[in-house]
């Protein structure tokens, strides 16, 4: 069964489209990597997923429902998280304030899932009463993944989780992604490091100039010389 469904989608910023028809599908627990050069939509299409870019014409389907012009804070009681490239955390806040405001929406105990985000991400347990802005790049990135889950989402989104880390922090993202997946959440990603975002992927999909050009299976399309020769370089 299908988490997320995207037909056709047309849209941007202003009068501008940056979308021209995008298609995609997120199954149930799959992880999907979306590549593609620069300004191909990959992340306007993201933020089209999450309702912060309007479409003029496509569907956005969550669960099979209709969400195509549902504001964020209606999609994140449905299970959609989304954990945008920049200004993911509140820099003033300790890691643990941090964490609880990904818990806003939640009327239920929410404190077991701090206690599986602390599991899950080591480090922010033993910097939970730390300010987010004294972390490293890779630790505040945990710390936007982790409060992503405090909703526990049927669907994450991720952009660029890995934008701007050393090999180690890349490396160890990966692995993070990897874990979330394990627990039963699907993923949608957008990633530059390409190469491997597909290793760990059950799907990728090629975006050109907003439309979805090509996809195969994650390690496949690694390993396609032509996608490999366009994408990858080299």
């Known amino acids: 069964m299908s988490v997320l469904t995207v037909r056709?989608?047309?849209?941007?910023?202003?009068?501008a489209d940056i979308l021209n028809g995008a298609s995609l599908e997120v199954g149930e627990r799959e992880i999907v990597v979306i590549i593609g050069p620069n300004g191909a939509g990959k992340s306007t299409l993201m933020k089209a997923v999450f309702g912060l870019v309007r479409l003029r014409e496509g569907q956005v389907l969550l669960g099979g429902e209709d969400v195509t012009h549902a504001k964020p804070e209606s999609l994140v009681p449905r299970g959609l998280s989304y954990v945008p490239q920049e200004k993911n955390v509140f820099p003033s806040l300790t890691v643990e304030e941090n964490l609880k405001m990904g818990a806003f929406v939640r009327r239920d105990d929410w404190r077991p899932a701090l206690e599986r985000v602390y599991a899950l991400f080591p480090p922010l347990a033993e910097k939970r009463r730390a300010p987010a802005g004294s972390l490293s790049g890779g630790q505040r990135q945990m710390v936007a993944m982790g409060r992503g889950l405090m909703v526990e989402p049927k669907l994450m989104l991720l952009d660029?989780?890995?934008?701007?880390?050393?090999?180690?922090?890349?490396?160890?993202?990966?692995?993070?992604?990897?874990?979330?997946?394990?627990?039963?959440?699907?993923?949608?990603?957008?990633?530059?490091?390409?190469?491997?975002?597909?290793?760990?992927?059950?799907?990728?999909?090629?975006?050109?100039?907003?439309?979805?050009?090509?996809t195969d299976a994650g390690p496949a399309m690694r390993d396609n010389p032509e996608v490999a020769r366009m994408f990858l370089g080299g």
């Open 8 to 15: 056709k989608a047309r849209g941007g910023y202003g009068e």
């Open 160 to 214: 660029e989780p890995t934008a701007g880390l050393s090999p180690k922090y890349i490396e160890l993202i990966f692995e993070c992604v990897r874990a979330i997946h394990a627990q039963g959440v699907a993923v949608l990603m957008v990633e530059q490091n390409a190469k491997q975002a597909l290793g760990i992927a059950t799907r990728g999909v090629v975006l050109v100039a907003g439309v979805d050009r090509f």
